[in-house]
């Protein structure tokens, strides 16, 4: 029989060690590493023998509806339709960014639809809660609140009465169960509570939302097992100083992880923003150099979004290369590419991109925008303000199609762009979108049409090397 001796677990990234050690080996930090007793393994007898268990087949009895739309629409996009019952999520998200807020207004659009949800808070007082229910104008929803933080008597309380349809824990960082002898917050405790109220949601057929923290570079805090854990992954974001939230989710065992959930933080709450394009575009300076719209694709949707390029002449060695809001390696890509295959010189220059509006974009499809951004700014010549690029760019130069061209496409049409810069097509016109198509087969085509069009208003900028 295994021995059940105290083990070493770093607080940090819940490595475990078998004696204590200054540095964490594997993430990398200093004195985060704390003694915990061994985790309890379930509720085990030595020597018990196993329990014989029935084996069912795939076909057999489903609930009928298992989807619990939760009357936020946006929400209901980035989950996939609504919590699945018996499903945990877990909702991560920077200090203040709004967790608390999104949650209370899903939970008071159920208790308005004559669903059970219990609001259990670990964090703040119950008046606190309730204030912020005053502020948002929720107060009439008959949602259950506490301020608890004990694992087993949120499970007790839960259990008692109807079921709820909808358990919120705010913050599992906050829980504690009787299971495990470590402190509250400690990678062991947030384990156990987490194993707990998914022991329970899978039990009861309740779903459990558990708001975790961030930590500054990012990352969920406490152990990323308990991502492994739950059903869904959902990431919270915003940029500080903009008005609008942007729910993504990072897992979801039911449903896809590619769409994304636009909000505005206003004074009564998080109001949904049905057509986000209009919003990363509001602010547009148009017409000014190194300034392009990309028509990209969100999961489903297609979204208009400012990309900002500025590129100086440097003053150090080492020229910087800064991006907001897109792959820094993709980045260093297309730099390389202009470099290689269109002559464009940029050693001796500093690059920043900026996406604007405080979106992060992810697909490969922004190649274009980038490129074009990057030449219009070191040619000082501004793109045509009615069109928009997108394409990916491959390593010979070559600008690839990419998917849902005609959705990309109906989307600017809808904002008043008459013009695309896109790949050559497999077939896919601009059919009845009404923009006139201009077909980029290669980068240095591009790069060409901008530079001219820079020499015409400012005179060569552009060093270019023949062949
Ligand atoms: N009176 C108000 N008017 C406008 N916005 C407000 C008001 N009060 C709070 N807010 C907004 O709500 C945000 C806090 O929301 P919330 O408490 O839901 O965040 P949270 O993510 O739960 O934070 P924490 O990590 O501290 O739990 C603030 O950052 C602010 O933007
Ligand atoms: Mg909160």
Known sequence: MAKNSASFTCQNCGAVYNRWQGKCESCGEWNSIAEEGAVATGPGRAGRKGRVFALEPLTGETHDSPRLASGVPELDRVTGGG???????????????GKSTLLIQAA????????????ISGEEAVAQVRLR?????????????ASET?????????????????????????????AVESAPGTVTQVRGAAQALIRFAKRSG???????????DGQIAGPRVVEHMVDAVLSFE??????????????????????????????????????????????????????????????TRPLLVEI???????????????????????????LAVLEAHCGVKLGGHDVYLNVAGGLRIQEPAADLAAAAALVSSLAGASLPAEAVYFGEVSLSGAIRPVAQTPARLKEAAK?????????????????????????????????????????????????????
Not at 89 to 96: I, K, S, V
Not at 109 to 117: E, K, S
Not at 155 to 167: D, E, H, M, N, V
Not at 206 to 216: D, F, M, Q, S
């Open 308 to 334: 900002q390029a500025l590129v100086a002449p440097t003053s150090l060695g080492t020229p910087r290369r800064s991006v907001v809001g897109w792959d820094s390696s993709r980045l260093s890509m297309v």
């Open 108 to 119: 008071a659009a159920l208790a308005r639809a004559g669903h059970r949800c219990l609001y």
């Open 206 to 216: 309740a779903a459990v939302i558990l708001v975790g923290h961030v930590t500054k």
């Open 150 to 178: 004990s694992v087993e008597d949120i499970i007790a309380t839960a259990s008692q009465g109807k079921t709820p349809r909808l358990i919120i824990i705010d913050s599992i960082q906050t829980m504690w169960t009787d």
């Open 133 to 145: 229910a005053d502020r948002l104008g929720l107060t009439d929803a008959a949602v259950e609140l």
């Open 415 to 467: 904002l008043g762009f008459t013009r695309a810069f896109a790949p050559e097509g497999r077939g896919e016109a601009a059919g009845d979108s009404g923009l006139t198509l201009s077909a980029i087969g290669n980068l240095t085509d591009l790069v060409a049409d901008i530079a001219a069009s820079g020499r015409r208003a400012k005179g060569p900028r552009i060093a270019r090397q023949d062949g």
């Open 238 to 299: 915003g940029e500080g100083s903009h008005q609008f939230r942007i729910l993504r989710a990072v897992k979801n065992r039911f449903g896809p992880t590619d769409e994304i959930g636009v909000f505005e933080m206003t004074g009564s709450g998080l109001r949904e923003v049905p057509n986000p394009s209009e919003l990363f575009l509001s602010e547009r300076d148009l017409g000014s150099p190194g300034t392009v719209v990309f028509a990209g694709i969100e999961g």
């Open 83 to 97: 919590f699945v019952r018996g499903s945990v999520l877990l909702m991560a998200g920077d200090p203040g960014i």
